[in-house]
């Protein structure tokens, strides 16, 4: 079933429903307010009968005394078409008393049903308690509205009846009745009509979206959107993250597909090269200088299948970290090391200025891999003679790496691109065989996985800066110039430890 169809049969369903709810109500208490009048009109006219009677005790000569009530000209007190009749109960038969003039001859009960010589239920005209009794009777004239009170007068039972024509209260319900079904069924069909039109006009723009969306997908065409000029209403919004997905899913497919080239280009370079050198041993037979070549190039392949595999697992969450309490001056100490190792055929100072011993929770590993990929970065872009410097510092909630250097700088309209896998800003400077432009996009997500931030400031021509802060696990002191170091530093940054200073070209 479509959306319209259910659209339609909830609305229909619902608005059928709440119209018969409301003409039963509309018919019941109609119904109830006519009956209650009629009964009203009854009660008034049997209340004015007693208020206007009258009981007397006469006594006689030589019989026993006997109670007489006198009752009024009934017809001074009853309503157009009300009849009222009076009847002794007490006999052993019910004797008519007093008849209004409306009744000519009838000398029989109204409702005969309801002369019934039970005592209880004649309450004395002096107790307040009045019993009214409700009937209908049904004689050749038509319906009547009976109402049936007994009383008490001094032990004398008697009863009143009142009755009135009912025909014009069943005629009105009938006709309200047959109005109300007719006003129903059309409200109910008409309803089915508008939620037609109401459905078609509310889901004509979700029409239009599936339309474009079937072209898009027919046409493997990203760049197209929706076009809306209608309110920011549920199908505005629907518009707005219906073109945000195809500009996410256009910027990952452009990803992808640059991805796709870049990782072909860069083991196309080293598989060439290894090709070259087989052929040239196929040839000329064996020597140092191809074999080393072919190890270079097998070394640069590996690591950048290593690196894919890491970020193909940091992707899918498939990777994860042990983490410790780790010391970061630690690590920037077996860093420097290394750095100067790496660096150990080129004219570069590497010196650590500002250091200031904090541990933070992490992957040790990780976190040296971090430290490597942005050190290694620097040593790759900056030309012999330069200076690259690490700094290390804590605040009251993080600690703060950085590694600056004096090399050539990245363009601003590289800033944003430069942790982008496989993006190398300057290409032609790269020296052969260092990297494929992935240690960035590692180095980013290591930090992103330790809930650090990592950020860049650069100039071309004067030098870089990346600056990561993580959040540390050292106690907050007060009063930090006054506060004992509890765990050394390593001796070789102490010897090294000047005030920091800005690094010029």
Partial sequence: MTIRSKLILWYSVLLA???????????????????????????????????????????????????VVFFPQLDVFRASGVVVQVWDMSEAEPRLLRASSNLDDYTQPIDSSMINPDPALYQSSDSGVVTNLYSYVTVETGTWRVLTRPINVWGRPLVLQAATAFDAVNLATKGLLAILIGSMTLAVFGSIGISLLLAERALKPIDSVTRAAA???????LKTRLDWTGPEDEIGRLVQVFNGVMERLEHLFSVQQRFVADVSHELRTPLTAIRGHVDLIKRYGMDKDSLDAIESEVERMSRLVSDLLLLAKADYGGLTLNAEPVDLDVIVGETLREARALASNRDLKITVL????????????????????????????????????????????????????????????????????????????????????????????????????????????????????????????????????????????????????????
């Fill in 215 to 221: 072209k898009i997908t027919a046409a493997d065409d």
């Fill in 17 to 67: 429903a709440i119209i018969i709810v409301f003409g039963v109500s509309v018919f019941f208490v109609s119904r109830w307010t006519l009956v209650t009048s009629v009964d009203t009109t009854l009660t008034e006219t049997v209340d004015q009968v007693l208020k206007n009677s009258s009981a007397e005790l006469v006594r006689e000569f030589g019989s026993p005394a006997r109670i």
């Fill in 354 to 505: 500002n250091f200031e011993p904090v541990r933070v929770s992490g992957d040790p590993d990780r976190l040296k891999q971090l430290l490597l990929n942005l050190t290694s970065n620097a040593i790759k872009f900056t030309p012999d003679g330069g200076q690259i410097i690490l700094n290390l510092s804590k605040t009251e909630t993080e600690a703060v790496l950085e590694v600056a250097d004096n090399g050539i700088g990245i363009a601003p309209e590289d800033l944003k691109r430069i942790f982008d896998r496989f993006y190398q800003a300057e290409p032609s400077r790269v020296r052969k065989g260092e990297g494929a432009g992935l240690g960035l996009s590692i180095a980013r997500w290591i930090v992103d996985a330790h809930g650090g931030k990592i950020t860049v400031t650069s100039e071309v021509g004067v030098g870089t800066t990346f600056t990561v802060t993580l959040p540390h696990i050292e106690e907050h002191v007060a009063s930090p110039e006054h506060a004992a170091v509890t765990r050394p530093g390593l001796r070789l940054l102490r010897r090294t430890n000047p005030p920091p200073q800005k690094i010029k070209p």
